[in-house]
């Protein structure tokens, strides 16, 4: 079942639909990065952008880590 997720960005509300096992985790998520039930401007949408994007580059090292161990084994 989908579920929407609402985020205002300059004013504007943008709603993402989302399955609902998701939305639960990502509007969890949105609300440790943004002004959930407010307004957010783009410069705070690009420094959650970084900051996950340097999340998903520390868990595939740390992924490639453990493969490569594996593979050692």
């Not at 939305?23 to 410069?43: H, P, T, V, W």
């Not at 690009?46 to 453990?66: P, T």
């Amino acid at each position: 079942m989908k579920t929407k997720i609402t985020l205002t960005l300059n004013a504007k509300r943008y709603d993402i639909d989302v399955e609902e096992d998701f939305a639960r985790f990502l509007s969890e998520q949105m609300k440790q990065d943004f002004e959930f039930y407010g307004n957010n401007d783009i410069k705070l949408l690009l420094q959650a952008y970084v900051r996950k994007s340097f999340a998903l580059y520390e868990q595939e090292k740390e992924i490639s880590g453990l493969i490569d161990r594996l593979q050692n084994l």
